[in-house]
């Protein structure tokens, strides 16, 4: 053991924190269960506030569907976000280019997170598995967010402007959440 391999383990440690930390401010701004859903698709956005692209290699999201204790398996994303940019994931592609007009960043299919019916939690989980972001609250006795204030159900849920990095135990109160109960602005359409 000598000194420049002292300062090589430091000089790893170093850039491991400062990826893990500059990836700290990707979160979740959107959830869409559009009233048209069904032609329209549904889409998980995120967002990244850090001055440097993040690479999603490790990173996944995590659903918990209706009133189930325990999540579905983790839905790996891949490929990276640009810095001050935006990454979509939706649960069919063709239909979501067909509604907006450009491809989503990762199609991962129906029945996983991306395909949420309205009242279902969602976790943003890092490459090194924690949470850093949550939607909902996960682990209750109902029937998801179905009837609560997390429920989007025909709409969909929006961070508001003033909330800038994710937040693990979610909070209602970050986010405005349109639904087909006569929440916020009702029923949405892609």
């Known amino acids: 053991y000598n ?3 002292a300062i090589k383990k430091l000089s790893l440690f170093s850039v491991l924190l400062f990826s893990i930390s500059s990836a700290q401010g990707v979160f979740i701004t959107e959830i869409a269960d559009p ?5 329209a698709g549904r889409y998980v956005e995120l967002y990244n506030n850090g001055s440097e692209d993040v690479d ?5 999201l995590r ?6 204790v325990d999540p579905q398996s983790d839905k790996s994303l891949e490929g990276s976000i640009p810095a001050n940019g935006f990454y979509i994931i939706c649960n069919d592609d063709a239909k979501f280019l067909a509604t907006y007009g ?5 199609d991962i299919g129906t029945g996983g997170p991306a395909d949420g019916n309205g009242d279902d939690d969602l976790a943003l989980v890092n490459a090194i598995g924690e949470v850093v972001d949550f939607y909902g609250q996960a682990n209750s006795s109902r029937d998801g967010n ?3 204030v997390w429920e989007f159900e025909d709409g969909r849920a929006e961070r508001k402007g003033s909330v800038t990095s994710g937040n693990p ?3 209602a109160a970050e986010w405005n959440i349109d639904n087909d109960s006569g929440g916020g602005a009702g029923p949405q359409y892609a």
């Open 35 to 39: 009233q048209n859903s069904s032609q």
């Open 169 to 171: 135990s979610g909070d």
């Open 102 to 106: 450009f491809d989503a960043n990762l």
């Open 56 to 60: 999603l290699t490790g990173w996944a």
């Open 3 to 5: 000194f420049f391999t």
């Open 63 to 68: 659903r918990w569907t209706n009133d189930n």
């Open 146 to 148: 179905t009837g609560t």
